[in-house]
């Protein structure tokens, strides 16, 4: 009978023993291993960036700096999209001039542009080129604008540029070549400009193909403005 009893009060006190841990498993006491200093809220373990919400950097970190701004080519004698005026066309006739460009934002490594301009429009059974109305290489790195009415006279420009109009020459004229659309639907109008990470060595007859080829590779960055027109 002694046995027995002391046997019952053995289990009574593991029993309690083992109810009275289970309690203090499920209340921790404030600063113990699941509100640590510098763990998640929770016990869980700390967000990545050094604890800010979300997985983010903390302000002031590591990540990755403000992009910079875009190429862009602008004109204060046109604006994307809207109608190519007259001055600039062949109904002017010999008072047609080129129109001025202006760029801004060229990529560090620039050490040139080349400005093409052509008529957008399809070519039916004339190949696949569309009609080169004015391409000036080499332009230097330093430029930031075309000013209007670009002397057309001469392929080499007072800044060291060539320019050519796919038939140098032709009527006398080397440079900017009006456009001259058909009746009927408008055409569109691309000046297209690269900034290239190499000056061209290329001959005075350089043809837009030539040219092509030779930035093939070397285009670090590339803006346009396309306008339509019609007669």
């Known amino acids: 009978m002694r046995t027995k009893v002391v046997l019952l009060l053995t289990t009574f006190a ?4 083992s109810v ?3 309690i203090a498993q499920q209340n921790p006491p404030a600063g113990g291993a699941g509100g640590g200093r510098g763990g998640a809220q929770g016990g869980g373990p700390a967000p990545a960036g050094g604890g800010a919400p979300g997985g983010q950097a903390p302000a002031g970190g590591g990540g990755r700096g403000p992009q910079p701004p875009p190429f862009v080519v602008m004109s204060t004698s046109m604006a994307d999209g809207s109608f190519l005026a007259v001055k600039y066309t062949c109904t002017a006739g010999p008072a047609a001039v080129s129109p001025e460009l202006r760029w801004m934002n060229p990529p560090r490594d620039t050490v ?4 093409i ?14 009609i080169l109305h004015w391409m000036v ?9 075309l000013p209007e009415a670009v002397a057309n006279t001469t392929q080499q420009l007072p800044d060291g540029s060539m320019q050519t109009n796919g038939n140098p020459g032709q009527g006398g ?3 900017y070549r009006p456009p001259c659309p058909p009746a009927g639907p408008s055409h569109h109008y691309a000046f297209e ?7 061209l060595d290329l001959p005075p007859t350089a043809t837009r193909a030539d040219v092509m ?7 670090s960055a590339h803006a346009a403005l396309i306008v339509p027109y019609h007669q």
């Not at 593991?14 to 023993?17: G, I, R, S, T, V």
């Not at 290489?137 to 604008?145: C, E, L, R, V, Y």
């Open 14 to 17: 593991f029993l309690l023993a």
């Open 117 to 130: 301009t052509h008529d957008m429009e399809p070519r039916p059974r004339k190949g696949v080129d569309d």
């Open 173 to 175: 004229v080397s440079g």
């Open 193 to 199: 400009l690269y900034a290239i990470d190499q000056k």
């Open 213 to 219: 080829k030779a930035i093939d590779g070397h285009i």
């Open 112 to 115: 040139g542009f080349v400005l």
């Open 137 to 145: 290489w080499n332009i230097p790195a330093s430029a930031t604008q």
């Open 20 to 22: 009275s841990n289970g």
